[in-house]
C-alpha cells in the first residue's frame, strides 16, 4: 500500500498523563510540544504530505477557564519557539477551524506564521484550532445558503464536491490515517467529512508520551489495511 500522504491526529490524553505523575493537568498540555516535535519530523523523514494536529475542539471552551487560557498561551509559545526550525525545515503552517473565535493575542501569532510560511513547499502542518466537524459543516451550509440566496449557485448545484470545496481548506486532501492517543476511540467531532474513508488507528499510549516509534508502529499497522472505498479488493 501507499504510504498515507496524510496524517491526522486527535492528541488526546495530556490531562491524564500529569495526573498519572500527581501533576496539574496543564503541565501534560505543555509537555504535549516534545510530542507535537517529534510527529513533525517523523512526517519530515518519511515523505508525508500533511499533518493535521486537533489541538483544540469547539467543545473544548467549555473546560475551567485556566486551562482554556493555557493551552492558548501554549499555541503562542509554541510558534515563537518552533517558527524558525519550521521555515529552516520548509514546513507550510495553516489553521482550520473558526479562528475569528480565538483570542486575539494567539490569533495574531497564528496569523502571522500562517502568512510567514505560506511559500513554503515541505510538509503541511494544520493546526486544528476551535475546530469541529459539525461546526465545518455549519459554515459550508451557510455559505451555500447565502450563495443560493444571491442566486450565484443553483440548488441543484449543491454536490459532494460543492460542499469539499467550503469547508475550511478544500486544497487538502482527506487523511489516509487518523491517530487517536490515549486508548479513547471515539472521533470527538474531529474531521467528520473528510474521514469517511480514513483508516483509523488508536494506540494506548498518552500523547505526552508519544515518540517516533509510535509512528513507526502506525505505519506498520495501516500498511496491513486494505483501503476498498466501497469496491472491491
Ligand atoms: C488533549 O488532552 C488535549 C486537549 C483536548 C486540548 P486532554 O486534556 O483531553 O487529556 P485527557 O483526555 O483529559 O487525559
Ligand atoms: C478531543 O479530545 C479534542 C482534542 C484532542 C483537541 P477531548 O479530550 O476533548 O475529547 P473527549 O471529551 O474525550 O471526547
Ligand atoms: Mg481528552
Known sequence: MNPPV??????????????SRGLARTE?????????HQAVEWCGENGVGHLTLFAFSTENWSRPRAEVSLIMS?????????????????????????LEGLPAGPRSDLLSAI?????????????????????????AARRIAA????????????????ISRRLYLPDVPDPDLVIRTSGEQRISNFLLWQS???EFHF?????????KEHLDEALRV?????RRFGGLA
Open 6 to 19: 496524510h496524517i491526522a491526529i486527535v492528541m488526546d490524553g495530556n490531562g491524564r498523563w500529569a495526573r
Open 28 to 36: 501534560g498540555h505543555r509537555a504535549a510540544e516534545t510530542s507535537i
Open 74 to 98: 501554549l499555541l503562542r509559545s509554541f510558534i515563537r519557539r518552533n517558527l524558525e526550525e519550521l521555515e529552516r525545515k520548509d514546513v507550510r503552517i495553516r489553521a482550520m477551524g473558526r
Open 115 to 139: 502568512r510567514r510560511t505560506e511559500g513554503n513547499g515541505g510538509l503541511q502542518l494544520i493546526l486544528a484550532l476551535n475546530y469541529g466537524g459539525r461546526a465545518e459543516l455549519a459554515d
Open 147 to 162: 450563495e443560493v440566496a444571491s442566486g450565484a449557485l443553483d440548488p441543484s448545484a449543491v454536490d459532494e464536491e460543492a
Open 196 to 198: 469517511a474513508y480514513s
Open 203 to 211: 494506540p494506548e499510549v498518552l500523547w505526552p508520551d508519544f515518540r
Open 222 to 226: 495501516y500498511s496491513a489495511r486494505q
